[in-house]
C-alpha cells in the first residue's frame, strides 16, 4: 500500500515510508519511528496498517539512506550514536513530522507519533522537546530522559510489558509521577509477563526479548483508540473531534 519517500534533515539524505488512506481525507497524520536496527519490515507494516485505518502515516528514516543494521551490535552503535549528539536526533525526528505533514498535506494541529523499542523513547523525547503532537505512543520503549515533560502538548499512551528489562517498574513509576505532576493526560497499559519488543512477530530472539500476540493485539487497540479520540477531520475549515 505505502511507498518509500526521500526526505533531507538532520545532516543525512533520508528515506521513509509512506502510505495514506486510498479513500477519503485522513483522520490524521502519525510519523511512526523505528526500532534500533532501522526502518524495516515491521514498521512499514504499522504505517500501512494506520493508512489501512483512516490514517496518513509516514515512518521516519533515523539512520539515513535507508540504511538497516546487519546485526545487534551494529544496531547498538549507531543508536548510541544517535543518543550522543541529541540535538542531531531531534533535527531528524523534526525533520520525519515536517515531511509527513508536507506529504500529506495535513495541518501541523493534526499529527502524532508512536515509535517501537528505541523508537518508541524517541517518540517521547520528541513531544518532550516541544513538537506539536495531539498524542505520542510508546510501544515497548525505553521512558528515561533528561528532558522535562513539561513541554509535552498532547496525550501520552505507553505500552510495556513488566518483564521488559529496558523499562523497568521504578522508572514506569518515576514517569507516571512525572507526567501527572506536570498534568499531562497519560495512560500506562502494563502487560504481565510480557518481554520486549512483544509488537513485532520477528523479534530476535534474545535474552528479555519476546513477541506477545495478546500484548500486540490489546497495545493496538489502546493506540487506536487514542488517535480516535485526539485526532480530527477537517471539513471546510471546522474540526470534529
Not at 218 to 231: A, G, N, V
Request: charged share 20%; proline share 4%.
Amino acid at each position: 500500500m505505502g511507498a518509500f519517500h526521500d526526505y533531507r534533515g538532520g545532516g543525512t539524505s533520508a528515506r521513509g515510508y509512506y502510505a495514506a488512506p486510498q479513500n477519503g481525507a485522513p483522520r490524521g497524520g502519525v510519523l511512526v519511528i523505528h526500532e534500533a536496527p532501522g526502518l524495516g519490515a515491521h514498521v512499514q507494516r504499522r504505517v500501512d496498517a494506520l493508512a489501512a485505518n483512516g490514517y496518513a502515516a509516514f515512518a521516519a528514516d533515523l539512520h539515513g539512506e535507508g540504511r538497516l543494521a546487519r546485526n545487534s551490535n551494529e544496531a547498538r552503535g549507531w543508536i548510541g550514536a544517535l543518543k550522543a549528539e541529541p540535538d542531531m536526533l531531534l533535527a531528524r525526528l523534526e525533520s520525519a513530522l515536517e515531511a509527513l505533514a508536507a506529504q500529506s498535506g495535513i495541518g501541523k494541529d493534526n499529527l502524532s507519533a508512536a515509535g517501537y523499542c528505541f523508537g518508541g523513547w524517541c517518540a517521547l523525547e520528541l513531544a518532550r522537546a516541544g513538537a506539536p503532537l495531539r498524542s505520542v505512543s510508546v510501544f515497548h520503549g525505553a521512558v528515561t530522559s533528561d528532558r522535562g515533560a513539561t513541554a509535552i502538548t498532547g496525550s501520552v499512551l505507553i505500552c510495556t510489558g513488566d518483564a521488559d528489562p529496558f523499562a523497568p517498574l521504578d522508572q514506569l513509576v518515576a514517569l507516571g509521577d512525572e507526567l501527572r505532576g506536570a498534568g499531562i493526560d497519560y495512560q500506562l497499559c502494563l502487560y504481565g509477563g510480557v518481554k520486549h519488543g512483544f509488537s513485532n512477530p520477528d523479534v530476535p530472539a534474545m535474552p528479555g526479548f519476546g513477541y506477545d500476540a495478546a500484548a500486540d493485539r490489546r497495545s493496538w487497540t489502546s493506540f487506536m483508540h487514542l488517535l480516535d479520540e485526539s485526532s480530527f477531520v477537517s471539513t471546510g475549515g471546522d474540526t470534529e473531534r
